[in-house]
């Protein structure tokens, strides 16, 4: 079965404090992975597609990289503003369903 | 930049009444989808609609779900008998139709079943 765990559920930063989010995925065929953050009451708002191994991307504050099994998500002297769930998600094959884990609750105390 | 849009934005409505939720796509995009989020779990697929018809859907989407892109822009999930358990975040979403783009997320409908 097609899943996609995200850890740790909740993190508390303080202001400046750089961590990382993981994403580990058990997918037949990976097409490729999707990061997106949500704010309370609100849809996900894309952030980043990873299509293989090795690959990276950066926005910002944030740097997204993936492993055959697993993403993680960097975040680097986060401001407050960048509270919110990050979530990842995964394409299953054909119409392109998308599969999300659960979820990273970040909060970031100024 | 497009968006998608939703409304209404929360819809209170009694158990057994049917409920549309609407959503107008991005305008360019080819496949269709919506999810729905119960309250403190994950976002999980409902349906995917591509070339007017429907091309996968979830154990979730039974005979009370139905899908329609009655014209050009908007797409529709109407709730025939509304259950309890209904209540949840429905979420539209639209993918342009290159393998693998990413698929963009309106803010959703609050659908609260009384």
């Known amino acids: 079965e097609d899943q996609v765990t995200q850890s740790p559920e909740a993190l508390r930063l303080q202001e400046g404090e750089s961590s990382s989010l993981n994403c580990s995925y058990t997918?037949?065929?990976?097409?490729?992975l999707f990061w997106y953050r949500q704010d309370p009451g609100k849809g996900p708002e894309f952030l980043f597609t990873l299509y293989s191994a090795g690959e990276e991307k950066e926005k910002e504050r944030l740097k997204a990289t993936l492993t055959k099994k697993e993403s993680f998500l960097h975040i680097t002297a986060p401001k407050p503003e960048d509270s919110a769930t990050y979530l990842c998600?995964?394409?299953?094959?054909?119409?392109?369903?998308?599969?999300f884990g659960q979820g990273t609750r970040l909060t970031i105390n100024p | 930049e497009p968006e998608v849009t939703q409304t209404p934005s929360h819809q209170v409505t009694q158990m057994g009444q049917e409920v549309i939720l609407r959503c107008v796509p991005i305008s360019n995009h080819l496949y269709f989808y919506w999810y729905r989020q119960i309250l403190g779990q994950k976002v999980e697929f409902l349906v995917s609609?591509?070339?007017?018809?429907?091309?996968?859907k979830s154990e979730i989407f039974d005979d009370q779900f139905s899908v329609e892109r009655p014209d050009g822009s908007n797409f529709t999930l109407k709730i025939r008998s509304t259950k309890l358990e209904d209540s949840a975040m429905y979420f539209c979403a639209s993918r342009q139709g290159y393998q693998n783009q990413p698929q963009h997320f309106g803010d959703g409908t609050r659908l609260s079943i009384l």
């Open positions: 609609f591509y070339n007017n018809e429907i091309s996968e």
């Open positions: 997918v037949s065929g990976l097409r490729g």
């Open positions: 998600a995964v394409p299953i094959q054909g119409a392109q369903k998308l599969v």
